[in-house]
């Protein structure tokens, strides 16, 4: 099958936060565009939250232009860099719905954004060669901290870029259940005590499941509960 991540690459030594350019050149490019900064000066998480993007990692989004639009693509990113960390030799897990978590600490972030019929983004964030600011210690790392070396930082990418292009593809073929039933094996929640948190509310529980929309179902006091993704945040208790 041809080839869709990648079909078109753009390469920038510095960039405000490759999901805003991507955004802005959305409507131009085909689908499968890739862009790629060494840094950004202003990468973004998910609600204006900060994301550090100093030399040496790997920050790309991919311009895509899927028939519908679907929460369940933030996974098809949580899955392809769980895959390239292993072919590393690096063992990791999704904490649902946008980290990928290694050695107890987060390696990657996913952010999906998009204007529905028109495109959607796939930005990701994974930590490579990069140093990891002091404040982010406790709760980040990166591959050259779990190797104790660094990995070349265009193998990396070009892993990826498979790897995105395998599970973009079974995306389109409509494998909806493939995708989340390997999220749900490489879940680092399902039977852990969690916190969601979005702007309204909290909600406390144990993660049973993830059902095959990509929902989170808690078991809280009150019952079963079906936690869609979108803007909610998920902490450990
Ligand atoms: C995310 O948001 O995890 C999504 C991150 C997506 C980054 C990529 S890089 C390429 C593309 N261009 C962009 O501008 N963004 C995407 P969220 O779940 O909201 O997590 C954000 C939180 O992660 C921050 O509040 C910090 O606590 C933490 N954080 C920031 N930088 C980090 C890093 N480099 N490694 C690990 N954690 C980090």
Not at 98 to 103: C, E, L, P
């Amino acid at each position: 099958m041809e080839r869709i991540i990648g079909r078109k690459l753009i390469t920038l030594d510095e960039v405000d936060s490759t999901n805003e350019y991507a955004k802005r050149i959305a409507q131009n490019v085909p689908e499968g565009t890739v862009v790629v900064a060494k840094r950004q000066t202003a990468g973004r998480g998910r609600r204006g939250r900060n994301w550090t993007s100093p030399e040496g990692g790997l920050w790309l989004s991919v311009v895509l232009k899927p028939p519908r639009v679907d929460p369940r693509l933030v996974f098809v990113g949580a899955l392809a860099v769980v895959d390239t960390l292993a072919d590393f030799g690096i063992e990791s897990g999704i904490k649902w719905p946008n980290d990928v978590w290694a050695g107890g600490r987060k390696i990657s972030g996913i952010l999906t954004e998009g204007k529905a019929g028109e495109y959607s983004i796939l930005g990701i964030g994974l930590n490579v060669n990069n140093a990891i600011p002091e404040e982010l210690r406790k709760m980040a790392t990166s591959m050259r901290e779990i190797l104790g070396r660094e990995v070349s930082l265009s193998e990396v990418f070009h892993t990826l870029v498979g790897n995105l292009d395998h599970w973009y593809g079974l995306f389109l073929n409509g494998r909806d259940g493939e995708i989340v039933s390997a999220l749900k094996e490489r879940s680092i929640i399902l039977g852990k005590e969690v916190r969601i948190i979005d702007d309204k509310a909290e909600l406390v529980g144990r993660a049973v499941d993830i059902d095959v929309d990509g929902a989170l179902v808690l078991e809280t006091p009150g019952g079963r509960v079906r936690v869609l993704h979108g803007d909610v945040s998920l902490r450990f208790l």
